[in-house]
């Protein structure tokens, strides 16, 4: 409970101006050093922001313990006199992650497969919208929309992580799987071509590709694929696939 006979420090004794760096330097004078301000006329706590270090340093008046590098401060009275500037910790802003997986698994652990719509050549095509991708782990501003699609919440540069286990039964033989940016454009360094061997039709391919991209608030991720021969008949079919995403 604050005393009320007691009147607190005026703001600009807890609230310094901001200095250039932490010592004077043959570019920096001494008025424009954290280490120049005279204990006396500082209050315990009192805060200043140091330029050089782009960090909050915190005024302990009755500290004496020795300067360490950029976190422990002594005034202009040296380390004879009370009185410390801290470096304040302050958290990191969380990172943001998320991972899908293409294949979503039922109570039996059996992932259950999907196959894209109806291939036209040359289109980017989603995948069986009665299958949904489902959620493996996630952290920070990306959001899952419920579906395939990863959701940006703000601009952030992020890499990707893309991996698409897959077979095709009849029809053409070359496909072309990437992360796609609000459904429409592939993102840059994300595409991968695979040939698909009608002589083992049930033999697994690979997809797979990393890349890092700049995105703006409200964009959507999805891994999609399309025909590069004239389909015939083609059913492509994703039997396990991940995307993963984290802000770098």
């Not at 302990?60 to 422990?72: E, H, I, L, W, Y």
């Not at 910790?89 to 992650?97: N, V």
């Amino acid at each position: 409970m604050t005393n009320p006979f007691v009147k607190p420090p005026s703001v600009d004794k807890r609230l310094m101006t901001p200095r250039t760096a932490l010592v004077p330097s043959p570019t920096v004078p001494a008025g424009e050093a954290l280490d120049n301000w005279q204990p006396e006329e500082l209050v315990d706590g009192a805060l200043c922001f140091v330029l050089s270090e782009a960090a909050i340093y915190q005024f302990d008046k009755f500290s004496a313990s020795a300067p360490s590098g950029n976190t422990v401060i002594a005034t202009i009275k040296g380390t004879s006199v009370l009185g410390r500037w801290l470096l304040l910790p302050l958290g990191a802003a969380e990172k943001a992650y998320r991972a899908l997986s293409y294949a979503r698994p039922n109570t039996s652990g059996v992932g259950s497969s999907l196959s894209a719509l109806p291939l036209v050549i040359a289109t980017w095509t989603r995948f069986d919208l009665s299958v949904h991708a489902v959620e493996i782990a996630s952290l920070g501003d990306l959001s899952f929309d419920g579906d395939k699609a990863v959701v940006v919440a703000r601009d952030m540069t992020v890499q990707i992580d893309w991996y698409l286990s897959w077979f095709a039964i009849g029809g053409t033989y070359h496909y072309e799987g990437a992360v796609l940016v609000n459904g429409s454009v592939p993102a840059a360094g994300s595409r991968c071509i695979d040939y698909y061997n009608s002589i083992s039709p049930a033999m697994n391919s690979v997809m797979t590709g990393t890349t890092i991209i700049d995105l703006v608030k409200d964009d959507t991720l999805e891994i999609m694929v399309q025909a590069i021969d004239a389909p015939d008949e083609a059913i492509f079919v994703a039997d396990y696939g991940n995307l993963v995403v984290v802000e770098l």
